[in-house]
């Protein structure tokens, strides 16, 4: 099989379960789930069901206590850990709910600073991004100086940075309004269908969701099918 066409991501069996008190809750219950490479995947669910802890774990974020993930053809938390984070570094592009950005630091500093952890600041390939994504004319605000869509569209830019070939988003319009949402999700499918990128996404959004290529549910820490 060509490497073309084998799954971008492969998980097999996860679970994870967390304490509260004296009660241990399930929150992952055997999921298994295969993900095309250039897939745009929307995973959705009330708010509990487990969506961010899957996204966290398919994401080589959140260690599960059994199951596996595959990405790219390698096991992740097999390895030491630096050598998965410098993986994520590389391969693996995040968009947050809450945008993360440094207050001190400029949209540009802010999209740069994935391409500093790696050793060289790609100042030129940040432009770039931040021009994608719109923001050509505010690559010098900070981030207090911008609305939330600008702010979540420097989070896009700076999930770009490396040039990933996956991209895992949070929640990424839980914080905007409809119409701005809307404007990041197209934002985001127009960007990976361009550059034929994967792309995960946890939403509650079920009309968003449907934008997507493929749509999953989970419920209780289980996928329906």
């Known amino acids: 099989m060509e490497a073309q066409d084998q799954p971008h991501l492969v ?7 967390f304490k509260l008190s004296s009660r241990t809750i399930d929150v992952l219950r055997g999921v298994s789930v295969e993900v095309k490479r250039g897939e745009a995947v929307f995973l959705c669910g009330a708010s509990g069901a487990g969506k961010t802890t899957l996204l966290y774990t398919l994401a080589g974020l959140e260690r599960p206590e059994s199951g596996s993930v595959s990405f790219e053809g390698r096991q992740l938390y097999t390895g030491s850990e ?16 809450g945008y993360f950005l440094l207050s001190e630091l400029t949209a540009l500093e802010n999209v740069c600073l994935p391409s500093l952890i790696g050793g060289k600041a790609k100042v030129q ?11 050509k004319d505010r690559i010098h605000h900070l981030p207090a100086e911008l609305s939330g869509g600008e702010q979540q569209r420097v989070a896009i830019a700076r999930a770009l940075i490396n040039d990933p070939t996956i991209i895992f988003a949070d929640e990424p319009t839980g914080n905007l309004d409809s119409k701005t949402g809307e404007g990041i999700v197209e934002l985001l499918l127009a960007l990976v269908k361009e ?24 419920q209780d820490g289980l996928l329906l099918h």
């Open 82 to 97: 630096a050598a998965d984070a410098k993986l994520r570094n590389e391969r693996i592009g995040f968009v947050f709910q």
């Open 11 to 17: 998980a097999r069996d996860l679970r994870r379960s």
């Open 195 to 218: 550059n034929r990128k994967t792309l995960l996404v946890v939403t509650h959004d079920a009309t968003l969701a449907a934008r997507g290529d493929r749509r999953l549910e989970i």
């Open 125 to 135: 390939h940040a432009e770039h991004a931040l021009e994608r994504v719109g923001l």
